[in-house]
C-alpha cells in the first residue's frame, strides 16, 4: 500500500494524489457492489492511462507534455458507475469531462483548465433500445446512426429516425411512422 501512493506521488504533486485517492475512493463508495468500478478507473500510474486517454483526442494540439492531464478517467461499464462519476463530483467539486467519441476537435471533452479535473468515458455505452409501441428509442452515447436504423428496421417496417450525416449521435429518438400506399 505504501509503495503505491510512493508510485502515485510521484507521478503527480501532492494535492493531485490526494485528489485521485479520494476520487477513486468516493467511486468505489458510490457504487453498486455488484458492478465493480475498479476496473473502470485508469490513473495517471497505470501504464495504460496515456493509450487510454491519447484513444479518442484527434487534435495533437491537445495531446502534448504541456496539455493539462486529469485525475483519473473513469471507462464507465455500467449506468451505475455514470452515477457514481455525477455524485463524486458534485461531492468533491471536481470538474467532470464526458467523453464520448471521437469528434470532440476543441478538446472540450478532455482539457480542462481547472484542476484537478476527471474524464468519464462513455466508449463503452452504445445500445439501441427500441419501443414500437410507444414509438421511441433510447439511445447510448456511442451508438451510431447506422445501429440505430438497423435497430429501428429491425423492429417495424413503418417507422424511420430521421437524422442527417453525421455518423454519431446521443439523444433520445422519437420514431417518426411513414405512412405506406397500399
Not at 493531485?16 to 485508469?42: D, G, K, R, V
Not at 430521421?162 to 405506406?180: F, I, K, R
Request: net charge neutral; with cysteine.
Amino acid at each position: 500500500m505504501v509503495l503505491l501512493v510512493l508510485f502515485v506521488a510521484s507521478f503527480s504533486s501532492p494535492s493531485e494524489a490526494f485528489a485521485n485517492e479520494t476520487l477513486t475512493q468516493c467511486l468505489i463508495n458510490h457504487s453498486q457492489p455488484s458492478h465493480q468500478i475498479t476496473s473502470a478507473i485508469y490513473t495517471p500510474a497505470e501504464s495504460s492511462f496515456s493509450n487510454v486517454l491519447q484513444s479518442y483526442i484527434r487534435n495533437v494540439r491537445f495531446n502534448t507534455s504541456k496539455t493539462p492531464k486529469p485525475t483519473l478517467i473513469l471507462t464507465a461499464l455500467h449506468e451505475s458507475h455514470v452515477q457514481a462519476a455525477i455524485i463524486c463530483a458534485q461531492k468533491l467539486s471536481v470538474q467532470m469531462k464526458i467523453r464520448s467519441e471521437g469528434r470532440d476537435y476543441e478538446g472540450i471533452s478532455y482539457v480542462s483548465i481547472s484542476s484537478p479535473f476527471f474524464i468519464l468515458d462513455m466508449v463503452n455505452f452504445r445500445s439501441v433500445d427500441v419501443d414500437v409501441e410507444a414509438e421511441t428509442a433510447w439511445v447510448q452515447a456511442r451508438a451510431t446512426l447506422g445501429e440505430v436504423y438497423f435497430r429501428i428496421a429491425a423492429k417495424s417496417k413503418v417507422h424511420s429516425y430521421p437524422a442527417g450525416v453525421c455518423p454519431m449521435l446521443a439523444s433520445v429518438v422519437t420514431l417518426v411512422a411513414v405512412a405506406t400506399a397500399t
